[in-house]
């Protein structure tokens, strides 16, 4: 159903139309008045009904990690007055995350022993961890690579990782920990469950191995999962406005649409006539009732591919 039929509808419902299914009187001010307001009781229903009536997508992520750090440090480290180093053979990007003032050299170690100083960083405190991450600009080949956290203050370190990849850009560069973090699409409301693929089928993804960020719509993926996984996920509708075009189809499922025509006339009439107001919101509890909401519903899903490039 269209935006267009669902105004015609929703208008036959407000007793608006005929029983021949003629406006009853188009130059009528509450007529109009009445279909000026439609649009944004559109937009509020269907975004109500999407948090229960759930329009179901996917999102595939290629979490096929062709990397493995020269360091896995899940442990959380504190600094002292001693130097706790971490090298490699080769490295081309970093990553660490600290909590604290602190000092931090990324150093080249040559075939003869010598020392080389490539990068000096500096971390503040801001009460809690920071990300550090970036490229490692050699200027000639080294026999080691070598982290060393330094300075004579407190501080914490934690998830410590030397790549020895190539990465095309900055961002390619993995925050480094126990997850690694895609973002969800701009419509995600809620996760419903994950799947890895087994062959040509998925088999669910234990709930250790993956988690939702709320605070940023982010799903965190375990570093010990490899493989496509698939997010089933619950998405927010478009917003309708007065501009939306009559040709707008709904994204909640048939059944929920129905529901919806008399949740918005309910809405609609409710200081119009407010006894045919509470009829049509009877009408859509009841609506609403009958549907199965463990069911997708909506049988054309978009689906949004991730794929993890280096």
């Not at 809620?190 to 988690?211: T, V």
């Not at 698939?230 to 189809?249: F, L, N, Q, V």
Request: glycine share 4%; proline share 3%; hydrophobic share 40%.
């Amino acid at each position: 159903m269209n935006l267009g039929e669902a105004k015609k509808r929703v208008a036959m419902l407000a007793n608006y139309y005929s029983e021949l299914g003629d406006v009853i009187s188009s130059n009528d001010v509450r007529v109009k008045d009445f279909y000026m307001k439609l649009p944004a009781i559109f937009d509020m229903a269907q975004k109500q009904i999407a948090t229960t009536a759930y329009i179901r997508k996917h999102m595939f992520i290629s979490h096929l990690l062709p990397f493995k750090p020269q360091a896995w440090q899940f442990k959380i480290y504190t600094h002292k007055d001693s130097d706790i180093e971490f090298s490699a053979p080769k490295a081309y990007a970093y990553c660490f995350k600290v909590d604290g003032d602190s000092e931090i050299v990324i150093e080249g170690i040559g075939a003869d022993g010598s020392v080389t100083t490539l990068e000096e960083i500096r971390g503040y405190s801001t009460g809690g961890f920071t990300l550090f991450k970036d490229f490692i600009t050699l200027d000639k080949e080294y026999q080691q690579i070598r982290i060393r956290f330094t300075g004579d203050t407190y501080y914490n370190i934690k998830d410590i990782a030397l790549y020895d990849v190539n990465f095309s850009t900055y961002a390619d560069i993995p925050d480094f920990g126990a997850y690694i973090k895609y973002p969800m699409p701009k419509n995600f409301y809620k996760a419903l469950k994950a799947e890895i693929k087994s062959g040509f089928d998925y088999e669910p993804l234990p709930d250790s191995s993956w988690e939702i960020s709320e605070f940023d719509n982010s799903v965190n993926v375990s570093v010990f999962v490899n493989g496509e996984i698939r997010i089933e996920y619950a998405a927010k509708p478009c917003e309708i406005t007065s501009d939306t075009a009559d040709y707008y189809e709904f994204e909640i499922s048939e059944e929920a649409q129905i529901a919806m025509l008399h949740l918005v006339a309910s809405i609609a009439l409710e200081k119009e006539d407010y006894s045919q107001s509470q009829l049509q919101y009877a009408k859509y509890i009841e609506r609403m009732a009958n549907i199965d909401l463990d069911k997708g519903l909506q049988k054309r899903q978009k689906t949004v591919k991730v794929v993890y490039g280096v």
